[in-house]
């Protein structure tokens, strides 16, 4: 596979780093000389924009006057919380930053495999796969903190005691499908979505590419919405209470 630039970059000069981490987690590199991966290294550089950004804008916010970024980042906030409140309802808003990251994590990686000599992290399956775990473990997590374990897993058995193995064993696959789900989604996706606009910029290298590349935005915008919204639906089903 060819390496990126970047990938080439971190390799040559943080590949120790990279090493001892991988070791660490007792997942030592096949090639310990090139540790990083693209959509490893891709993922270092989306979250490298991410944090530089909020520093680019915090010295320019402004209530009277905000600047193009400022308004742009508190478009998607309300955004985002608008459709948690309609989603969760009432006490929607502490789940809102995260959201918020999933949304912006997932748009800004899709994203920036239009730039050239640049890859969309998100069309390796481990990116997807890792974020849709972050998800359903932050879903289950808020289930417990919301009404405790017991609570947590009434949700499992249904309303009809009578049903209650039947339903607990569904559940239980259903929720356990949602990781996969939402990792093929986004995974599959972003794939296919990179690899037409790269096949059409192959054959024709002038105005053609541009159709599916503005494609390609629209797919990577609604990637990032589906994923979040459907984190928000389970969210908003684990915390729910039965008199609700």
Not at 133 to 156: C, D, P
């Amino acid at each position: 596979m060819h390496e990126l630039w970047f990938t080439t970059f971190l390799n040559n000069y943080l590949a120790a780093p990279a090493n001892a981490i991988l070791n660490a987690a007792g997942q030592p590199a096949v090639n310990p000389a090139k540790p990083w991966t693209n959509y490893m290294a891709m993922e270092i550089f989306v979250i490298a924009i991410l944090l530089i950004v909020p520093l680019l804008v915090r010295s320019s916010i402004s209530a009277t006057k905000p600047g193009t970024l400022q308004q742009f980042f508190e478009v998607i906030l309300e955004f985002i919380k608008g459709q948690a409140e309609d989603i969760i309802g009432h006490g929607s808003k502490k789940y809102v930053y995260m959201f918020t990251t999933f949304f912006i994590f997932i748009l800004t990686a899709n994203l920036l495999g239009i730039i050239p000599t640049f890859e969309s992290p998100t069309m390796y399956v481990g990116v997807p796969l890792g974020l849709a775990l972050i998800s359903f473990f932050y879903y289950n997590g808020a289930g417990i903190k919301e009404q405790g374990i017991i609570g947590h897993l009434k949700h499992f058995a249904g309303p009809v005691l009578l049903l209650a193995p039947a339903m607990f064993l569904i559940e239980i696959i259903s929720h356990m499908a949602r990781p996969v789900s939402l990792t093929i989604r986004l995974f599959a996706n972003m794939l296919a979505g990179e690899e037409v606009t790269l096949k059409f910029l192959e054959m024709v290298p002038i105005g053609v590419p541009v159709i599916f590349m503005g494609m390609h935005v629209f797919v990577a915008l609604l990637q990032a919405f589906i994923f979040t919204v459907l984190s928000m639906i389970y969210v908003g089903g684990a915390v729910a209470h039965e008199d609700h």
